[in-house]
T-cell receptor, first 114, second 114 residues
Framework: ETGVTQTPRHLVMGMTNKKSLKCEQH?????MYWYKQSAKKPLELMFV???????ENNSVPSRFSPECPNSSHLFLHLHTLQPEDSALYLC?????????????FGSGTQLSVL | GENVEQHPSTLSVQEGDSAVIKCTYS??????FPWYKQELGKRPQLIID?????GEKKDQRIAVTLNKTAKHFSLHITETQPEDSAVYFC?????????????FGSGTRLQVQP
């Protein structure tokens, strides 16, 4: 266990549903990230939060809405998703905020959009 | 922005042989190059990293080399074992004036045959 917990582990939703993914880190880190992992594609950065402030939005569609209430918690709110959004969504954290530190990943949420 | 190319996409070796995975990057200002290992169904974990002020780093059976002039870096695994079977991702971080989060390669699936 690396100290980064994601829930739920699996999620199936329809295109009209609204759901949220949750991530919590118990490592005292200052940066948190959302990554999308699709089959045979690179890990795609979605959002970065440093000290609970969003510092990067990698041109992510507005149907994905992140929320970071504090440095330990990160949410990804989902609404009106498309089938191509089906993927593994990984949360990560790092101690530092300049991108040059070890990332600690959660186990991910496997999302299926029907 | 940074672009990271990774080859090969799949690699099969016999137990005890060496394995080499190569990555190229586009931003000459990039200065941090980690490698992550993701076993089947598990989260990615950092196995080794290198910064731009060194050309080679070794940790037991794994080593990473960096050629800044050619903008490529490689992962070398010697005396491979079945437990080395996994997907390996390289990544690069842009310099201080660029995006600070990591850009990942598309991954190499390594299979070590017993």
């Amino acid at each position: 266990e690396t100290g980064v917990t994601q829930t739920p582990r699996h999620l199936v939703m329809g295109m009209t549903n609204k759901k949220s993914l949750k991530c919590e880190q118990h490592l005292g880190h200052n940066a948190m990230y959302w990554y999308k992992q699709s089959a045979k594609k690179p890990l795609e950065l979605m959002f970065v939060y440093n000290f609970k402030e969003q510092t990067e939005n990698n041109s992510v569609p507005s149907r994905f809405s992140p929320e970071c209430p504090n440095s330990s918690h990160l949410f990804l709110h989902l609404h009106t998703l498309q089938p191509e959004d089906s993927a593994l969504y990984l949360c990560a954290s790092s101690q530092g905020t300049n991108g040059g530190e070890k990332l600690f990943f959660g186990s991910g949420t496997q999302l299926s959009v029907l | 922005g940074e672009n990271v190319e990774q080859h090969p996409s799949t690699l099969s070796v016999q137990e005890g042989d060496s394995a080499v995975i190569k990555c190229t990057y586009s931003d000459s200002a990039s200065n941090y190059f980690p490698w992550y290992k993701q076993e089947l169904g598990k989260r990615p974990q950092l196995i080794i990293d290198i910064r731009s002020n060194v050309g080679e780093k070794k940790d037991q059976r794994i080593a990473v080399t960096l050629n800044k002039t050619a903008k490529h870096f490689s992962l070398h695994i010697t005396e491979t074992q079945p437990e080395d079977s996994a997907v390996y991702f390289c990544a690069a971080r842009e310099g201080d004036t660029g995006r600070r989060a990591l850009t990942f390669g598309s991954g190499t699936r390594l299979q070590v045959q017993p």
